[in-house]
């Protein structure tokens, strides 16, 4: 009988396919150019090592369900046109200093919102001047891709997370920034 729980009747098991482990994945980030880090590489993909959470990767658009009545009877249908085509994507970014004491992933992504708005002189960008791109890589544990998101389109729509300095802590400064994206490419097997 096929269905019953037992190991022969399933073919993950049968065949040994792996399941999805949630840790397998790359991002590579690329500032507006101009952007350096400090590091001689004009912005480069100096974030990589520093990523340690990617949250809001809501590739997958439905336009959810409208409803009508006929006076106590309920039917549905697909909606009209899909509550957001666009993407809002946190990044956790824990913070180090290089040989030059610079938090340089701050210092990337300041000075990539000062593009947008600089605090210390008003001055306001424009679109064409601060985005930047992405592409987010998942692999299984040998290396083999099954999925690429590349962003296109990407820049900080939210402000740095701030330091909360505490005596007690024995954390490590995490910075967590939210981008906003426009438009995706989803490639997977």
């Known amino acids: 009988m096929a269905g019953l729980p037992h190991y022969k009747n399933s073919k ?4 040994n396919w792996e399941p999805i482990f949630l840790n397998q994945f790359e991002v590579s980030i690329i500032p507006p150019t101009g ?3 400090g590091q001689g590489q004009s ?5 990589l090592e520093q990523v ?5 990767l809501e590739l997958d658009k439905n336009p959810g369900v409208v409803e009508q009545y006929y006076k ?3 039917r549905r249908y697909a909606g009209a046109r899909p509550e957001t ?4 994507v946190t990044i956790d970014f824990e913070v180090n200093l290089n040989d030059s004491n610079s938090m340089y992933t701050f210092k990337t992504l300041r000075q990539w919102s000062d593009l947008i708005y ?11 001047d601060y985005v930047g791109s992405a592409i987010i890589t998942i692999f299984n544990k040998d290396g083999a891709i099954f999925r690429k998101v590349r962003m296109p389109s990407i820049f900080p729509m939210s402000p740095i997370t701030p330091m909360e300095l505490d005596y007690q802590s024995q954390e490590i400064y995490t910075l967590s920034i939210t981008w906003a994206v ?4 989803d490639v997977f097997n």
């Open 52 to 56: 340690k959470k990617i949250s809001g």
């Open 12 to 15: 993950a098991s049968m065949n």
């Open 118 to 128: 600089n605090p210390m002189t008003g001055s306001m960008g424009l679109k064409k």
């Open 35 to 37: 952007i350096d880090p």
């Open 43 to 47: 912005g480069g993909n100096l974030l």
């Open 72 to 74: 106590f009877a309920k």
């Open 85 to 88: 085509t666009t993407m809002d």
């Open 182 to 185: 426009d438009y995706w490419e």
